[in-house]
């Protein structure tokens, strides 16, 4: 099985790919050495020499500011050498396959790829084709895994509620072209949540979502019921023209998180947001930035999960 | 010509029930006769097939040899030894070649092609619209002319329902069978996978059945108020049974054909993002297959096909949703009705039927039969011997199959076409 891919014959994490396939001591272990990371960051000097002498490039195929920057802060906290490139905007329009690409980058005596791709199955096609030696860590691919930012979310939602057998999470907005929200799913499902909720008109939810493990809802008042934990998911603004949704209006009349709404989780629930997020469209601007959100917390979070799993897939080729 | 003897031979022939062992006899191309000796035989050569069983060579209703325009994936020279090596000696071609079989010439072309290859029955099916655009009727009547079996869609959608319309009446007024594969491309939209729990799972842009279903539905409409004859193509899913079903039930005449993977692959199947399982229509769930098997088992769906699709390796190569669709499966086409066979789905005899004489019926071919007098297209097969598919065992220039590396049962042995003997298999062990 290409799951396997992600693991070395030891069991220990060489390409970080999906969430899909690993087990709970192995999430809980980047939970634990991201902790250490994040310990790190209010220290004087945020450096350690982890990955010194490590080149990271980081490819981005698809436009990102937040994923990219914490991702270069990571490596350089790691004292890697990092470059990103903006490959949307480079090779590939010049006609050149992904794999020449990655080929070329390779000859350049390159440790890891950090890879966002518009195409589901990007990251794996590479760690299938790339130079053993090199690690690849998935920035996002088309419809199917985020798995950092799914694990800075867990990481989020432990620092808040550490016993995530009692948590019921609802994840709202757009499943269906969300690699974010797959690989929460799986996250919170793999560290054994009580109930993974989604809530969403039918047609941002995938066919058969409830194969995913989760239980489906499409109404926003009755699905907040008893909910420790909101994860609103951004709403594309061209989901209005392909027929998805009639408006934003409607869509923020229906699902949108409001104070109001707010009300109906239990009182200390907490609102998390992958980002960017829509005011108005989305979420209101009194939940964004209210009382319950973490939204800001997830985005320092993303740092510290990012050198946790750079380390742990650097480690695995005796880089430390 | 050559006179030929097939000797000790299991000999089945479902359009003429027969089953029992005996020789056969060939002279000048066509069978001579079963098991009598006619009177001043001499055989030039003997083929010793004990332990075999002599059949009809296959009709494959679907297949593409990527010529002319894609030469770099396959061949006229390669895949018609791979369909030699397969048993099949009647090659049904899908018009979407580039340029399209939308003209007399390129109809031309093609059988130059084929003449060249020395493989004889190559049989394209035209376009049934110019270019396949689903616009303008194709001139019918000058592809049937110039060799063409039939028209079809060559699973390019037709929206327009008019043009549909006018197509299946214009092809009906010359007695022109319409090839059709379903599919309406707005359901399928940018799809690459089965709308089921392995798309879902994955991120993977999903085809619902409906894509099929409406598509079917609406032909099966028009079939009514044409009068066309249509045969249905690669039928992938439960409910499109259910409606083949319903239409021959209510006197429609349809038929339809199941490519040999679908009876055994289902999603559940698939590797993650591995590109060798992405094909159109898409593998399906297992109720499907289920149902597939079922319409197969009861004659609702006659026909088993290739679909064969060869590549070159750059086009498999990339992101699961860029690579190009298709699976090479010529050479695997009797070893997957043996499995059938195997598991008690099907008699050996049901199964030959399948790859003989129900796509004859549907093509009107007088081949598809080892009546005397008709042409001597022969398959000789080991239905027990076991092989890997591998390079050293591959015939075609596309190896993007998910059997690649797998061992499967039941082998060719001769292929006879026109009484000339077109592969024989050297096997060491």
Known sequence: ?320 | MQRILIEQARVIDPANSIDRTGPVYIADGKILALFEKPDGFEADSVIDASGQIVCPGFIDISTRLRQPGQSHKATFQTETKAAAAGGITTLILQPDTRPVIDTPAITELVKELAENSNYRQILPIGALTQNLDGQELSSMLALQEAGCIAVGNGGKPISNLLVLRRAMEYAASHDLLLIYRPNEHSLSNEGCAHEGAFATRYGLPGIPETAETIALSQCLELTELTGCRVHFGQISCRRSVIKIQQAQKYGLSVSADIAAHQLHLTENDMKPFDSVYHVLPPLRSEQDKLFLRKALTQGIIGSLCSDHQPHDLDAKLGAFPETEPGISALETLLPLMLKLVDEKLITLSQGIAALTRNPAKVLRLESGTLTPGKSADICIFDPGRRWQVDRSTWYSKGINTPYWGETLTGRVSATLQSGKIIFQGVFHD
């Open chain 1, 1 to 320: 099985m290409s799951h396997n891919l992600q693991l070395n014959v030891e069991g220990k994490l060489k390409h970080f790919l999906t969430i899909d396939g690993l087990d709970k001591a192995l999430l809980t272990e980047i939970l634990d050495i991201a902790e250490s990371f994040a310990e790190m960051s209010g220290h004087h000097v945020k450096k350690v020499p982890l990955l010194r002498g490590k080149t990271i490039v980081n490819l981005f195929f698809e436009n990102s500011t937040r994923t990219r920057t914490t991702f270069e802060l990571a490596a350089k906290r790691l004292s890697a050498d990092v470059i990103s490139m903006n490959i949307a905007t480079s090779a590939t329009s010049k006609g050149e396959s992904l794999l020449d690409t990655i080929r070329n980058l390779e000859a350049m005596f390159v440790d890891m790829f950090v890879v966002r791709h518009g195409t589901s199955g990007a990251a794996h096609f590479i760690a299938e084709h790339t130079a053993p030696h090199i690690s690849v860590i998935n920035a996002g691919d088309g419809r199917h895994s985020h798995p950092t930012q799914a694990m800075l979310d867990m990481f989020t939602i432990r620092q808040f509620k550490p016993d995530f057998s009692t948590l019921r999470v609802a994840i709202i907005g757009d499943i269906l072209h969300s690699r974010v929200a797959r690989s929460q799913i799986l996250a919170l499902n793999t560290l054994g949540a009580a109930e993974v909720r989604v809530i969403a008109p039918k047609t941002l939810l995938p066919a058969h979502v409830q194969t995913l493990g989760v239980t489906v809802c499409h109404n926003l008042t009755e699905g907040l019921k008893d909910i420790d934990v909101i994860i609103m998911l951004r709403l594309q603004k061209e989901r209005m023209t392909s027929a998805l949704l009639p408006s934003e209006n409607e869509y923020f009349k229906c699902f949108g998180l409001t104070p109001e709404k707010l009300e109906i989780a239990k009182p200390d629930a907490i609102v998390m947001h992958p980002g960017p997020i829509n005011r108005g469209v989305e979420i209101d601007t009194r939940v964004a930035d209210g009382p319950q959100s973490v939204i800001l917390r997830q985005v320092s979070n993303g740092i510290a999960i990012r050198m946790a799993v750079m380390s742990m897939a650097m480690q695995t080729q005796g880089a430390v």
